[in-house]
């Protein structure tokens, strides 16, 4: 079963770099099958929000609305993801999620998210 | 293009909701919709895949479905129960693979 944990400061002050780290259990992350991987955040009260995504052929789609600030990456050796958004605002208080993404072997298209994490609350706040 | 879900239906339970996800722009075929089930203060969950696939696990009360004339994606929930009140929300790609995520739907059964 295919588990994911995120993790990281619950706090960032504005204009500084926000860093989190994703754990995944029950899947090795460096396997060329199986999924892809994907971060999503929802501010409080509003909808979720797609962040990026991370494929095996190492391409990874941003939210055009993000992607002069974000970077998704992943560490095999500890079997995670990281997620770095840099000057950050309050507008980036949100509780950010990662999750596996599968896709379609034939073409290689995403499917569908399908395991999430929990989610860890981030604010930013002076 | 943007995906527009209703803010807010509710119904009684036992009975069956609509709640639909409109496509901007393109057609709501040309890329498949999926539905996620967030409960209050849970992450969300899969629901629907491709248009009308139930993810294991997920009652059969749920289903999914396409309506080229109006451009939109249903999710119907029949007999509705109370553990049914969650948020909703409809996603599908671009031609990109760029994700988009509808605005959500808050379901309430009373």
């Known amino acids: 079963q295919v588990q994911l944990q995120e993790s990281g400061p619950g706090l960032v002050k504005p204009s500084e770099t926000l860093s989190l780290t994703c754990a995944v259990s029950?899947?090795?992350?460096?396997?060329?099958?199986?999924?892809?991987w994907g971060w999503i955040r929802q501010p409080p009260g509003k909808g979720l929000e797609w962040i990026g995504s991370l494929y095996h052929s190492g391409r990874t789609p941003y939210n055009p609305s993000l992607k002069s600030r974000v970077t998704i990456s992943m560490d095999t050796s500890r079997n995670q993801l990281s997620l770095t958004l840099n000057s950050v605002t309050a507008a980036d208080t949100a509780v950010y999620y990662c999750a596996s993404l599968t896709y379609y072997d034939s073409s290689e298209f995403p499917k569908y998210f399908h395991h999430w994490g929990q989610g860890t609350l981030v604010t930013v706040s002076s | 293009f943007m995906l527009t879900q209703p803010h807010s239906v509710s119904e009684s339970p036992g009975k069956t909701v609509t709640i639909s996800c409109t496509r901007s722009?393109?057609?709501?075929?040309?890329?498949?919709v999926q539905w996620y089930q967030q409960r209050p203060g849970s992450a969300p969950t899969t629901v629907i895949y491709e248009n009308s696939l139930r993810l294991s696990g997920v009652p059969g009360r749920f289903s999914g479905s396409i309506d080229r004339s109006s451009n939109s994606a249903s999710l119907i929930i029949s007999g509705l129960k109370t553990e049914d009140d969650a948020d909703y929300y409809c996603q599908s790609f671009d031609s990109n693979n760029l994700v988009v995520f509808g605005g959500g739907t808050k379901l309430t059964v009373l």
């Open positions: 722009s393109g057609s709501i075929v040309s890329t498949y």
């Open positions: 029950g899947f090795s992350i460096s396997s060329v099958s199986g999924y892809y």
